[in-house]
């Protein structure tokens, strides 16, 4: 390229959210996203069969009503968030980067996202997967499609990705940060709560045969479960919790959003709450560092659904500690982030 130097794409990448929370929206969202097959990993016809023939019309009702709950005058705050995300970061990165946000379902979509940057005649490709922590299910679905829709090109531009940053200090200072501004001291406990996986995943994705071999092999990052989303739960919950001074017993790190009849990670949140609510722990507060932005397992299933359970089980008060979102300090260590992997 000789001392050519062109412009460096950004590509910021989530989950996604339906176009509008009406039901047909919702349907069609939950069946691109489920019948994906690092989501529901099963041959193609079962996968189908079971998303299509009973999980999605069993569940598109009242995930609508979910939506139609966290929906804003300016639309989902994933989306919403992610949008500001993608403004701030441009104008912290300056001319020398064009920033484009994709999601992995529905709308704006990474191939509309690709070929804004391939448009805008970028040099090279830095892929932001917003995911703290590595599941196929998340990141890698992200890096899959992404190569999907640049494998089409003639020409494919140099690429890096964003690595799983779990443990990034900055980004879990901020979320300790949020924390405190809600006086933690004054809860009786504090709850991580992630995303669920089947143990499965975990499993099946070890090629060392480490993950599950012995209890407590997530505790600790070691070479052989340096890519394990449990132990990338650990690790950030230890940091986060390290950085506001919690004690062992003032915490538990557990597992949400279970879908299926298979074993999930554990513990599961909501008996979690109840145990707590049994123990007579009136106050409660959660994290959910699994989402850099608020989202309907925020919004929606943590500060509403999970709240209601808690206070019906004799708890008093549960809050939830506000995500990333489009705070300053995120768009600026996000976009440290980027510089760093950029070459």
Request: charged letters at 25%; aromatic letters at 10%; a positive charge.
């Amino acid at each position: 390229m000789g001392n050519f130097e062109g412009k460096i794409g950004v590509l910021l990448v989530n989950l996604g959210s339906p176009d509008a929370p009406e039901p047909k929206s919702v349907y069609r969202y939950l069946i691109q996203f489920l019948t994906d097959k690092r989501v529901i990993d099963l041959s193609w016809l079962k996968r189908q069969i079971l998303v299509r023939g009973i999980i999605v019309p069993r569940r598109y009702k009242t995930s609508t009503h979910g939506y139609q709950q966290l929906w804003t005058k300016d639309g989902s705050p994933l989306k919403v968030y992610g949008e500001k995300l993608k403004l701030g970061m441009q104008q912290v990165l300056g001319n020398q980067y064009v920033v484009a946000l994709g999601m992995r379902y529905q709308n704006p979509s990474i191939q509309s996202a690709v070929d804004e940057l391939l448009d805008a005649n970028i040099t090279k490709l830095v892929v932001f997967p917003l995911y703290p922590q590595y599941a196929s299910s998340s990141t890698g679905t992200v890096v899959e499609e992404v190569l999907r829709c640049l494998s089409k090109e003639l020409t494919i531009v140099p690429m890096t990705i964003v690595p799983s940053f779990y443990s990034e200090k900055s980004v879990n200072n901020i979320f300790a940060d949020h924390a405190r501004k809600l006086n933690i001291e004054r809860f009786d406990h504090v709850l991580f709560s992630y995303h669920g996986l089947p143990v499965r995943h975990l499993v099946e994705g070890c090629r060392s045969g480490y993950c599950k071999s012995k209890e407590g092999c997530c505790n600790k990052i070691i070479p052989e479960n340096q890519h394990c989303y449990g132990a990338h739960c650990h690790a950030t919950t230890k940091e986060i919790a390290k950085t506001l001074g919690l004690k062992e017993d003032k915490y538990t790190l557990c597992f949400q959003s279970r879908l299926g009849s298979e074993p999930w990670l554990e513990p599961y949140t909501t008996d979690v709450l109840k145990d707590l609510a049994a123990k007579g722990k009136k106050k409660v507060l959660v994290f959910s560092p699994a989402f850099v932005a608020d989202c309907l397992e925020t919004l929606v299933e943590i500060k509403m659904e999970y709240r209601d359970e808690f206070l019906q089980a004799g708890g008093e008060e549960l809050v939830l500690v506000p995500s990333l979102n489009d705070d300053p300090a995120w768009i600026k260590v996000a976009s440290e982030m980027v510089k760093a992997n950029s070459w």
